[in-house]
């Protein structure tokens, strides 16, 4: 029997990612934002087929009869572009806004006068306070004669040698002879930061995955695995694209004993 190819999934234009939540014996969903439609949706079954083996009358071992013992659904989706907590999604982890954060700010200036300016209010930096002497943050230029790296040192006194001071809000002060220079000086400097979203130590639970689309007829279809957990993913570097693994988890209403379902419908799609 054929399949008609109109009731193929053509494209994929929504999906959806919600975290479940259960709050004073309720369950709720929180959505991670979504920026763009994955670029892709796959569905692995992952199926543990089990196979009886016999003894042809020839004396070789052939398959007798197969059966399905199992199986381990998986859904990846892989996005052009990626957001913050889809990021955090990817960790197992969960983002959340923060005060009083420890971090770092970074700063480069050429140095060809005795001051850099402080950072205007907000800018990174704003939030730096005045450094002691003797600190440690990583202060550096490179000697215009060796080529070699020549750290800076922090004083709270007037600057000499390879000196110099950092006041609040990353007001900088050099020695004379390091403003003679014309060289490039760059710097970590530790700041806290008043407010700040983090990846929280809390884990991941369980998500729902839904998505939209059209099939070959152009008509809407649909797809929804409601209980699903993290599988290890992608990477999460410079390059925007970004990828998320789940296994889906046995669902009673999903209608196919599959753990999720795909429906196509003959009504248009309205946006």
């Known amino acids: 029997m054929s399949v008609d190819s109109k009731y ?11 975290r479940q939540l259960i709050v004073s014996g309720t369950l709720i969903t929180i959505p991670f934002p979504v920026i763009v439609a994955p670029t892709t949706l796959t569905i ?4 543990d087929l089990k196979e009886l083996e016999d003894v042809s009358c020839l004396g070789e071992n052939v398959v007798a009869f197969t059966y399905i013992q199992g199986f381990k659904p998986e859904i990846s989706l892989e996005f052009s572009v990626g957001a913050p907590e889809i990021d955090a999604f990817i960790h197992g982890r969960i983002l959340a806004p923060a005060t009083n954060v420890n ?16 950072r205007v209010t907000g800018t990174a930096g704003y939030e730096v306070v005045a ?49 003679a220079t014309g060289a490039t000086i760059r710097g970590w400097i530790p700041c806290t ?4 979203v983090i990846i929280t130590s809390q884990l991941l ?23 699903c957990s993290r599988l290890p993913a ?9 990828e998320v693994k789940l296994r ?21 799609l309205a946006c």
């Open 103 to 118: 971090g770092f700010v970074y700063f480069e200036s050429i140095m060809n006068s005795n001051a850099i300016a402080p």
């Open 234 to 242: 992608g990477q999460i570097g410079t390059d925007p694209k970004r």
């Open 193 to 196: 930061f008043a407010s700040s």
């Open 8 to 18: 193929g999934l053509k494209t994929i234009s929504r999906a959806s990612l919600l």
């Open 131 to 179: 450094q002691t002497a003797n600190a440690n943050p990583e202060i550096y230029y490179i000697d215009p004669a060796t080529k070699l790296a020549r750290q800076v040192a922090i004083v709270t006194t007037t600057p000499t040698g390879d000196q110099i001071t950092i006041g609040a809000h990353l007001a900088i002060t050099l020695s004379d002879a390091l403003a």
């Open 205 to 227: 639970d369980v998500v729902t995955v839904k998505a939209m689309g059209i099939d070959f007829n152009g008509n809407f279809a649909g797809f929804q695995a409601r209980n």
């Open 248 to 268: 889906i988890l046995p669902d009673p209403n999903d209608g196919t004993g599959l753990g999720y379902q795909m429906y196509y419908t003959t009504q248009q």
């Open 44 to 47: 692995t079954q992952n199926e």
